[in-house]
């Protein structure tokens, strides 16, 4: 198995996954359409610069757009299809949730349509913690049920489950589901809280701390998901769900003083009451992603927030 599909490969997960699947002597293909949720120019330096000199083709396509997907797909055989283009982000999908439903269902739904026509045996994909919606029982595990999602945007991953699971049940196209829990690193989203703080400490401005900074995350450093992602295109199930997480929730106000320790520099804070479709705790059951992917996340919340702020620095050129 030698050439994948990269959707989303010009995002923070897509790019990281192309580098080391490159290394590890993978033909790769992109496809990313650009677009300015956040501001392009850092998909671009993905591309050019965190990519720079290594050997992938790229296509500027949306992946609801059939018709400019099928063009790529006459052009190159593909042997796995590593789905992680999106629209992310909890937030915004509140006030255009048309955008979610193009992308995250009917482009998803685009991609396994030609896995099928195409006879491509592996569908690995992006799902998200957040199909676990506001589930008291900790930590999440796959055999939990995710029926009641509390956003936009884990209606649509919970989606993309579904409609893989159908196509695998239909026409037997092997899939994986990855259940990212809040990754972070270099290279990484500006519209996510670690990236947003460090932004606003920098311009001397408030930071806004929702539920006083209570709430807790499983914050997954960036080169452990990969090396999970990884290992579900190299491994093959028939359908599986995994959770890829850190298994280590920590409260959003020891990651404020991480960011502060390491950038050099005490944040403004504004505290906030608790925000529509945001959830109290997400904290990642990684038993299975052990034992089927050989997972172990490696990296301390301390460490990866040392390694974001040193790029982030250069990068910015602070
Ligand atoms: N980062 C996280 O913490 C996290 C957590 C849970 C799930 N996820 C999932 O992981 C995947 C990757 O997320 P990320 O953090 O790298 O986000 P990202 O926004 O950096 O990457 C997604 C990429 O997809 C591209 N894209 C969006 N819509 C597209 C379209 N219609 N056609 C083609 N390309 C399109 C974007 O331009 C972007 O480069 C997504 O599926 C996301 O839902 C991420």
């Known amino acids: 198995m030698r050439k994948i599909l990269i959707t989303g490969g010009a995002g923070f997960i897509g790019a990281h996954t192309a580098k080391k699947l490159i290394e590890e002597k993978y033909e790769i293909v992109i496809i990313d359409n650009l677009n300015d949720y956040y501001d392009p ?83 690995v994909f992006a799902s998200s913690s957040s199909v676990y919606g506001g589930n008291n ?32 049940s239909l026409y037997g196209i092997k899939a994986c589901g990855l259940r990212f829990f809040t990754v972070y690193g270099p290279w990484g989203r500006p519209d996510m809280a670690y990236f947003k703080f460090i932004d606003l400490i920098r311009k001397n401005k408030p930071i806004e701390i929702y539920n006083h900074g209570k709430m807790k995350r499983d914050f997954t450093y960036i080169d452990d998901i990969v090396s999970g992602v990884v290992s579900a295109i190299e491994n093959t199930f028939d359908f599986e769900i995994i959770n890829l997480g850190n298994n280590r929730p920590e409260e959003l106000g ?63 050129k602070i």
């Open 254 to 316: 020891r990651l404020i003083f991480l960011l502060e320790k390491h950038f050099g520099k005490i944040a403004k804070k504004k505290y906030l009451p608790m925000q529509a479709g945001d959830v109290i705790a997400t904290w990642a059951n990684i038993n299975k992603a052990k034992k089927l992917l050989n997972y172990n996340p490696a990296t301390p919340l301390e460490e990866g927030v040392k390694k974001f702020i040193a790029w982030y620095k250069n990068y910015y």
């Open 41 to 123: 120019k850092l998909k671009k330096d993905r591309l050019k610069i965190f990519l720079g000199g290594l050997k992938f083709k790229f296509y500027k396509a949306d992946i609801s757009n059939y018709k400019q997907l099928e063009k790529i797909f006459v052009k190159h055989k593909f042997d796995c299809i590593c789905h992680l283009a999106a629209q992310a982000g909890v937030r915004y999908s509140l006030t255009n949730p048309w955008l979610y439903e193009k992308t995250n269902i009917a482009g998803t739904l685009n991609l396994l349509e030609l896995a099928k026509i195409n006879k491509i045996k592996k569908f």
């Open 137 to 168: 029982k900790l930590p999440f595990s796959e055999t939990d049920s995710v029926d009641k999602p509390v956003s936009f945007y884990a209606a649509t991953k919970k989606s993309g489950e579904l409609l893989a699971y159908a196509y695998h």
